[in-house]
Nanobody, 126 residues
């Protein structure tokens, strides 16, 4: 079974730091872009940061200079280091990955999948 497993998150005071991790498990041939999204109560899920297989990154303006996304391709893992946290960063954070897996039912033998992690709650108190 191919899946993303998240760890990290929790409760922290404003100005503090947290680190999220997300590991891809299963029979994965390759992973393309990986990213972190967040969903605050009553709001839609939005992209926070993304990283390509070759390490190119992008961030939403509100987290630039505070959050850092990174990945370890050997471990199929993506990280989100969150510093100088603010109450408005409170949300459930989800990792996402575009992966290529073996599928012998297809002519090409491969299938593209979009995977989501189970979500990690981050609460920043003021």
């Amino acid at each position: 079974q191919v899946q993303l497993v998240e760890s990290g998150g929790g409760l922290v005071q404003a100005g503090g730091s947290l680190r999220l991790s997300c590991a891809a498990a299963g029979s994965i041939v390759s992973i393309n872009t990986m990213g972190w999204y967040r969903q605050a109560p009553g709001k839609q899920r939005d992209l926070v940061a993304g990283i390509t297989r070759w390490g190119s990154t992008n961030y939403i303006d509100s987290v630039k200079g505070r959050f850092t996304i990174s990945r370890d391709n050997a471990k199929n893992t993506v990280y989100l280091q969150m510093n100088s946290l603010k109450p408005e960063d409170t949300a459930v954070y989800y990792c996402h990955a575009g992966v290529l897996v073996v599928d012998t039912t297809l002519l090409t033998g491969y299938r593209d999948l979009e995977l989501w992690g189970q979500g990690s709650r981050v609460t920043v108190s003021s």
